[in-house]
């Protein structure tokens, strides 16, 4: 049998998005940007897609700015707020994807902003209390957290820290790359400026994904050249990766509840099996409280195959990861599992789920554990 339980590192894409941007690859293919016949329709077409997005999202087409995925969105919110807005702090967290991470500490590394930290308690949840302790202090910053972590499935409150940082009239930059497709979003209700998003996390095509700016943050642009993007990304579009970026998150939203309850079932059905079956084990994070439900990080007790387990799933055809997707295949370990101080000699699996996976492959996935842990 063959499972593949890595959809929080890609998706497979959905055969109506194939069926569209294939459509489109055979009849289309003016530049947007040209004022003839051919380009005119492909324009439109790009613009429809922004029009669907921002009609899902509750926010106008003039706030979204597609990209090529979400580590570009993620650099574009923070770099230019630190060029274009004045700020000089920004608060993070220590469980960030690395495209937040590593782009504020290189920013702080070179003098151009100061880098805080939120604290964590155990589970992964972030310190409301030091948050606003951070902002009073260092009020205008940029507060740059994620909207669910990517490895072990936390979230934040998006409200909550959305009025914290209205308080302290800072800036928020919530990476959504986990959440898009999967939750509910009302962005007149919620005081956010920038959200990121890749289409590859909701069954879309790898390679594009879009900025959300709202319109009071007023940033230029990160990649200069043409005007593309009403000025805001120099390139010609990606446009079979925004039609079907678009056609993705419809097709998402429109079965939201449904395969949410589908995927939250399989989640709590590993989790029941392992804890029947496997002695000792445990859970990083929160992932029967506040927690994406298509991630669960699961924590095995000390094994002399610690660091065989990945590869012995692969053997077994189950595709799963030791942490975050964009880290696999290093041998550096999980800045986030480091983070919550997860003991070393107990090895640690990300299983994340997707509407296509079943109970039947649950229960393959525990046969194979048992087995290979010697229970």
Do not use: W
């Amino acid at each position: 049998m063959k499972v593949y339980l890595d959809n929080a590192a890609t998706t497979p894409v959905a055969p109506e998005v194939i069926e569209v941007i294939t459509k489109m690859m055979q009849t289309e293919y003016g530049n947007p940007s040209s004022t003839h016949a051919h380009g005119r329709v492909v324009r439109t077409m790009v613009e429809d897609a922004r029009k669907k997005v921002a009609s899902m999202l509750n926010c106008t087409p003039g706030e979204i700015f597609f990209t090529s995925g979400g580590t570009e969105a993620d650099n574009m919110a923070i770099r230019r707020s630190i060029e274009d807005c004045g700020v000089k702090h920004i608060i993070s967290s220590p469980i960030e994807h690395h495209a937040v991470s590593h782009t504020a500490e290189e920013l702080a590394k070179h003098g151009k902003v100061e880098l805080h930290l939120v604290n964590l308690y155990p589970n992964g949840h972030i310190n409301m209390e030091h948050l606003e302790e951070l902002l009073a202090q260092y009020p205008n910053a940029l507060v740059s957290l994620m909207h669910a972590n990517n490895e072990i499935g936390t979230m934040i409150d998006l409200d909550a820290v959305g009025e914290l940082c209205g308080k302290y009239n800072a800036l928020f930059h919530c990476d959504t790359v986990q959440t898009m497709g999967h939750y509910s979003f009302d962005l007149k209700k919620t005081n956010v400026h920038f959200l990121a998003c890749g289409a590859h996390k909701f069954n879309g095509p790898k390679g594009v994904g879009f900025i959300y700016i709202n319109h009071n943050a007023k940033i230029s642009p990160m990649l200069t050249g043409g005007s593309q993007e009403r000025n805001m990304r120099g390139g010609t579009e990606n446009v079979y990766g925004i039609v079907g970026l678009a056609k993705a998150l419809e097709l998402s939203i429109t079965n939201l509840e449904a395969d949410k309850k589908h995927i939250q079932g399989l989640k709590s059905y590993l989790i029941q099996e392992l804890r029947k079956n496997i002695p000792g084990v445990a859970f990083n994070g929160d992932p029967e409280g506040n927690s994406l439900y298509t991630v669960l990080s699961v924590n095995f007790p000390p094994t002399p195959i610690a660091e065989m387990i990945l590869f012995k799933l692969d053997i077994a055809g189950i595709s799963a990861s030791g942490g975050s997707a964009c880290s696999s295949g290093s041998n550096v370990g999980s800045h986030v599992l480091a983070a919550l101080n997860i003991a070393p000699d107990r090895p640690s699996v990300r299983f994340s789920f997707g509407k296509q996976n079943t109970l039947e492959e649950i229960d393959y996935v525990v046969a194979q554990l048992k087995s290979m842990l010697g229970y």
